[in-house]
T-cell receptor, first 111, second 116 residues
Framework: TQLLEQSPQFLSIQEGENLTVYCNSS?????LQWYRQEPGEGPVLLVT?????EVKKLKRLTFQFGDARKDSSLHITAAQPGDTGLYLC???????????FGDGTTLTVKP | ETGVTQTPRHLVMGMTNKKSLKCEQHLGHNAMYWYKQSAKKPLELMFV???????ENNSVPSRFSPECPNSSHLFLHLHTLQPEDSALYLC???????????????FGPGTRLTVL
């Protein structure tokens, strides 16, 4: 069974601060995805990283896939209240046709 | 209508009731999923259908019965549920599971289920 551990589980910060959340596994994935879920809604895909060492930027969000494709990080610069939500990472194993979700990081950005 | 829709958005039921959750996707996908999301476990995969065939059942109790009549529709039939089954039930769809470099899942807004 492939497991994904996310840390921290909860994070509460002030508007304007920077933060990083992590997604770690002992398994290698074909690719890794990050989703954000707002209260009362389903998760929405933010990004997919495929290549080891890949870095993708989405406005103030920077995503990195580890060189060995076992881990990933999400860095948010100058967080805003609109960034509040549950951030989920999902590892994809193409050969097995499976995706594995982490337990999520709940982020609260206070104005 | 676009994306993945779920009805109802909220459902309250007694333990002896029978109800069904409906999911519909308008994305031309071939794979559909049911997830349970609760405070104890953020996202638990329940069932997977690929080309209308059930390919995964993650030890889900028989009081949950999925049905996939075609690639666009997925149902979850509920019968004699327990209070601990109260949760957000999410449906998702994606392209074919095999042979793709990644498997992006598109989620519906979920059905908030309360079992009394």
């Amino acid at each position: 069974t492939q497991l994904l551990e996310q840390s921290p589980q909860f994070l509460s910060i002030q508007e304007g601060e920077n933060l990083t959340v992590y997604c770690n596994s002992s398994s290698v994935f074909s690719s890794l995805q990050w989703y954000r879920q707002e209260p009362g809604e389903g998760p929405v895909l933010l990004v997919t990283v495929v290549t080891g060492g890949e870095v993708k930027k989405l406005k103030r969000l920077t995503f990195q896939f580890g060189d060995a494709r076992k881990d990933s990080s999400l860095h948010i610069t100058a967080a805003q209240p609109g960034d509040t939500g549950l951030y989920l990472c999902a590892g994809i194993n193409t050969n097995a046709g499976k995706s594995t979700f982490g337990d999520g990081t709940t982020l609260t950005v206070k104005p | 209508e676009t994306g993945v829709t779920q009805t109802p958005r909220h459902l309250v039921m007694g333990m002896t009731n029978k109800k069904s959750l409906k999911c519909e996707q308008h994305l031309g996908h071939n794979a559909m999923y049911w997830y349970k999301q609760s405070a104890k476990k953020p996202l638990e995969l329940m069932f997977v259908y690929n080309f209308k065939e059930q390919t995964e059942n993650n030890s889900v109790p028989s009081r949950f019965s999925p049905e996939c009549p075609n690639s666009s529709h997925l149902f979850l039939h509920l019968h004699t549920l327990q209070p601990e089954d109260s949760a957000l039930y999410l449906c998702a769809s994606s392209r074919n599971l095999a042979g793709l470099p990644y498997n992006e899942q598109f989620f519906g807004p979920g059905t908030r289920l309360t079992v009394l």
